[in-house]
């Protein structure tokens, strides 16, 4: 008799899918679906809620074939310095305008790792400050401001 072998960090990843696909196609009845040629606010919703849920049961069927690395810790500073970095950016755009919101996002951001010291911080940020504003700004010809209110002189 053959063991099943369990992945427990894939099974664990595709109920996760699941569970969100299941509750966001829950949520798209309570918008119009509409139809395929007349779409409602809910039908695209509803369309990607089901492929989520879909790859979330083809990664839990897959998690009972394979068995893989248990799930290891939690990495918080990266959480804590990944996930306020676009909230910032987000709430100081406008004010500090594009260039430096995102420069400092990149900077905060750029901390997550125990491995970066501060001048290759600045040094990163800067080098994708520049970048973004010349794929963005000059590139592709967005419209915002590149030096808010808060920052002119």
């Avoid at 894939?10 to 309570?30: D, K, M, W």
């Avoid at 979330?56 to 306020?84: C, H, K, M, N, Y």
């Amino acid at each position: 008799m053959k063991s099943v072998s369990f992945d427990s960090t894939n099974a664990t990843c595709g109920a996760i899918f699941v569970a969100l696909g299941v509750f966001f196609a829950y949520q798209s009845f309570n918008l119009d679906l509409g139809t395929a040629f007349r779409m409602g606010p809910g039908y695209f919703p509803l369309v990607l809620a089901i492929i989520l849920t879909l790859l979330g049961t083809i990664i839990v069927i897959q998690s009972a074939r394979v068995e893989g690395e248990p799930i290891g810790p939690i990495a918080w500073r990266g959480l804590l310095f990944i996930l306020p970095a676009p909230i910032f950016f987000g709430l100081t755009v406008r004010g500090l305008g594009f260039v430096v919101a995102l420069f400092f996002a990149a900077l905060i951001a750029s901390f997550a790792s125990q491995k970066m010291r501060p001048p290759m911080a600045v040094a990163l940020s800067f080098g994708i400050t520049v970048f973004s504003v010349a794929v963005f700004s000059y590139g592709l010809g967005l419209p915002f401001e590149r030096f808010g209110p808060w920052v002119r002189f």
